[in-house]
């Protein structure tokens, strides 16, 4: 159920976008370091530990005004974990394409920067998944997308600093995801959620 309403919203912001009349928009791109970290109760049990890898992927954004714009992105993220299995080293990667809307606030403006907060919900499309495995020093991989829930979403919030030059914007994002859902589709339970946090470079092109 939450599923479904997390993508109406996401729907209602879209197409927003699309029949908006007024205002500034425009788009751009991003990159950065994403550092996954599930969460759960079985944490502890599993003994995960935290897996950087890199996040990219584009971004539209509507302003209303010098406070409030939505922004809706699209972003390629590796999520997953590493840990010990049968004492040598193992690590989980997932990788999804994350939908998110977000409403930002700007609580800086000035003529040479703004900083704002954000908001939003998260839908994310799993893509591929393995499983690897360092054995006698050798990496071997395993495909385990069949095990992977097709599906996650949570919430994301976070920070932004933005350089504006002329009709380009360029920032630093910092921003806080956590999933509902945890993605074991195993059949036994495993109580582990996504939960990243991102640090990311972003160019803006359009109005401001």
């Known amino acids: 159920m939450k ?24 788009g751009g791109i991003n990159v950065g370091v994403l550092i996954s970290d599930p969460s759960g109760g079985d944490k502890d049990i599993y003994k995960v530990e935290s897996l950087n890898s890199l996040s990219f992927g584009a971004f539209y954004r509507y302003t209303f005004s010098n406070i409030i714009s939505l922004q809706t992105e699209i972003l390629y993220a590796n999520k997953g974990a590493k840990g010990k299995y049968y004492s040598s080293e193992s690590k989980v990667h997932v990788w999804y394409l994350d939908f998110v809307p977000s409403l930002q606030c700007r609580i800086l403006d000035t003529h040479s920067c703004f900083g704002c907060l954000y908001i939003g919900p998260m839908c994310g499309l799993r893509v591929a998944a393995n499983f690897e495995s360092d054995i006698s020093g050798r990496a071997q991989y395993y495909d385990i997308t069949s095990s992977i829930k097709p599906s996650d979403y949570g919430y994301v919030i976070g920070a932004k600093l933005g350089l504006p030059r002329g009709s380009k914007e360029f920032g630093v994002d910092v921003r806080y995801s956590s999933g509902f859902v945890a993605p074991d589709d195993t059949g036994r339970n495993i109580d582990l959620k996504n939960r990243t946090v991102t640090v990311m470079l972003e160019m803006y092109f359009g109005k401001h």
């Open 3 to 26: 599923l479904r309403y997390t993508w109406l919203i996401f729907a209602v912001v879209l197409l927003f976008f699309v029949d908006s009349k007024a205002g500034t928009h425009g």
